[in-house]
T-cell receptor, first 120, second 111 residues
Framework: GAVVSQHPSWVICKSGTSVKIECRSL??????MFWYRQFPKQSLMLMAT?????????EQGVEKDKFLINHASLTLSTLTVTSAHPEDSSFYIC????????????????FGPGTRLTVL | GQNIDQPTEMTATEGAIVQINCTYQ??????LFWYQQHAGEAPTFLSY????GLEEKGRFSSFLSRSKGYSYLLLKELQMKDSASYLC????????????FGTGTQLKVEL
């Protein structure tokens, strides 16, 4: 199946600093990527939809100035958590939707392995 | 919006069959997905239903009734490695492919 990678897999940072998380589709082009957040023992909550070459669409309650999303190419989207605070500690997962070819069977989303963010 | 309900936890015995239910109330519907997620890992795709009926895929089957807003995931011949969280997700009717996830059902398979 399609492979999506995330980097870093985990990060620990001090309160007030910014952290950038990368999401890459390795063997397919993704016009749309999604960013989710998952707190312990809870389900995935969609934060924003990232479209290549245009501004991201944020879900209600998600601060766009705090969670900066850039989707500069068909294989890369980045999420920057600015001025991180302990309450931002979470598991951040991206997913990508294939734009063509064999990964379009169900128009499904392929998930990255996630990034564990801990803010001290 | 979407409202999706699943049982929080289930326990089953190795070799047995378990059915995980999912009910949803939605403002639009364009398919229902089931994902498996092991702790600390990303979800992996299990099945997709957009029409009523049963989709079978090896040990896993998924059923959908759109009129009832109901789906289930059936796991047969349970193995210890099937212990995981199972997420039901509904896709919006819009073209954005947006998914709304249920809270997930934590399945524990015991000997």
């Amino acid at each position: 199946g399609a492979v999506v990678s995330q980097h870093p897999s985990w990060v620990i940072c001090k309160s007030g600093t910014s952290v950038k998380i990368e999401c890459r589709s390795l063997d397919f082009q993704a016009t749309t990527m999604f960013w989710y957040r998952q707190f312990p023992k809870q389900s995935l909550m969609l934060m924003a939809t990232s479209n290549e070459g245009s501004k991201a669409t944020y879900e209600q309650g998600v601060e766009k100035d705090k969670f900066l999303i850039n989707h500069a190419s068909l294989t890369l989207s980045t999420l920057t958590v600015t001025s991180a605070h302990p309450e931002d500690s979470s598991f951040y997962i991206c997913s990508a939707r294939g734009s063509s070819g064999r990964y379009e069977t169900y128009n499904e989303q392929f998930f990255g392995p996630g990034t564990r963010l801990t803010v001290l | 919006g979407q409202n999706i309900d699943q049982p929080t936890e289930m326990t089953a015995t190795e070799g047995a069959i378990v059915q995980i239910n999912c009910t949803y109330q939605t403002s639009g519907f364009n398919g229902l997905f089931w994902y498996q997620q092991h702790a600390g890992e990303a979800p992996t795709f299990l099945s997709y239903n957009v029409l009523d009926g049963l989709e079978e895929k090896g040990r896993f089957s998924s059923f959908l009734s759109r009129s009832k807003g109901y789906s289930y995931l059936l796991l047969k011949e349970l193995q210890m490695k099937d212990s995981a969280s199972y997420l039901c997700a509904v896709r919006d009717a819009g073209g954005g492919n947006k998914l709304t996830f249920g809270t997930g059902t934590q399945l524990k398979v015991e000997l």
